[in-house]
């Protein structure tokens, strides 16, 4: 079964209400407007349907024997697709593992191409943490581009997508790419840097009101209905309402990460908590209600108090992503239910839904670099293609995408030693990032 975290890290908990949220208004504001919507009956109801519905779900993950986490081999994705009873798991745990997405050798190659990369433009790059950089400000190496942009990739990419439906037909599953960056991180290094977290904004969920809409059934008082495979509701949210370093323009299906080395529990890889429904929507309704005096009162949700007037949204930072801890968010047993992904062979690969709750593993305790290439899965849509028109338009100028301008100062990788850029694609991998969209 899934260990409990032992010592827990020494990530933020997010216990009391800090000067941000009194002065600034956009909080206190933002809250009376999701009220004034729904109302305290509905979203009342929906708190103990969904904290009723997290034990459940917690204790099921608690207690599970064996894998949680779907794991399928790339060529059966790719040739078959997901069986019915393989979609049903994969919508409700929110990850999966996919094998050998590009071989062994291949991404032992690629790794071998990228620490020459970094080696002959070593003064150039940056990243973070700055004592000890593992998170590298790079985004078209011709690793990264090789890899993206492989067959098995762009296949596997649109099966991913089409687990998600619309019917405006505005939108399909043809995989767009989106530029992200490289973790290259050495054994016995710490990490504390992303401890339990959602991507997408974090504000905005509530603030933009297409945002808000694609929630309805979480605020109304039916958590049970709301469907995380609706990109109908998702395609025109704004998630870059509040501007900041830590959120993407795109909308990803899926985020995900390819492995160049072996990746393991304890050994810098990533940690998920499996199950997206519930445990966005306690997310979602946690700022509406005030904790219970008494500790021992703390896991009866009938206890907690509906609190429509402080202006404290945990673990909400504008310009950050939306952050968890154990005491703001108790419910979701974080300590028994933030599970390791399994291990990992080089050109493995791992995928987790756009709300899902994860986290970086602070520990690296293997004897050799953990590496990966961040890949997301982004459909198609009207907002995915004006991002990746500007993002295409950004390489070409040897400018970093338009998500990663800030932090990475003057960077252009157009001059670095061992750039190729897009020479020699192949059609489908130049679609995919944008070379057919109007200019």
Known sequence: MPAVIKPWPAWHEFTEET??????????????????QYGKEAICESWLKTCRALEAVTEDIAAKEGDFIPVFEASY??????????????????????????????AGYQYEKLQEYISNNQEHIRGWPLENPSMLRLYDSPTQIAIRTHPNHLQLQ?????????????????????????????????????????????LCRWGDTTYRKAYHHIFSGNPELHDTFDLGARKDADQFLFSGA????????????????????????????????????YI???????????????????????????????????????????????????????IPSPSMRPGDSVWWHTDMIHAVDTEHLGEENASVVFIAACPTSP?????????????????????????????????????????????????????????
């Open 19 to 36: 000067k941000i949220y009194t002065q600034d208004p956009d909080f206190a504001r933002i809250k009376q407007e999701v009220v004034s």
């Open 77 to 106: 994705v790719i040739n078959q697709g997901f069986t019915e009873s393989e979609t049903r798991r994969i919508k409700e745990i929110g990850c999966l593992i996919v094998h050998q997405v590009i071989s062994e050798d291949e």
């Open 158 to 202: 649109r099966k991913l997508n089409e687990l998600w439906h619309d019917t405006s037909g505005e939108t399909n599953s043809e995989p767009l790419l989106y530029s992200d960056g490289i973790r290259d991180r050495k054994p016995r290094s710490p990490f504390l840097g992303l401890g339990p977290h959602i991507d997408a904004g974090s």
């Open 246 to 281: 830590a959120h993407s323009r795109v909308f990803r299906s899926f985020q995900g990460w390819t492995a160049l080395t072996s990746a393991a529990p304890r050994a810098g890889s990533i940690m998920l908590f499996p199950h997206v429904q519930m445990a966005i929507a």
């Open 284 to 338: 979602l309704l946690r700022p509406f209600f005030k904790p219970p005096e008494s500790t021992e009162d703390l896991m009866d949700a009938s206890k907690w108090k509906f609190d429509p007037d402080s202006a404290w949204f945990p673990g909400t930072f504008k310009d950050q992503s939306q952050y968890l801890s154990r005491s703001s968010h108790p419910h979701l047993r974080l300590e028994e239910c933030l």
């Open 383 to 439: 907002v995915n293609k004006g991002y990746v028109k500007l993002q295409l338009q950004a390489s070409l100028a040897g400018r970093p995408p338009p998500d990663y301008e800030l932090g990475a100062g003057n960077l252009n990788e157009t001059a670095f030693i061992g750039y190729t850029g897009f020479e020699g694609l192949r059609t489908e991998a130049k679609a995919a990032l944008g070379f057919d969209l109007p200019m």
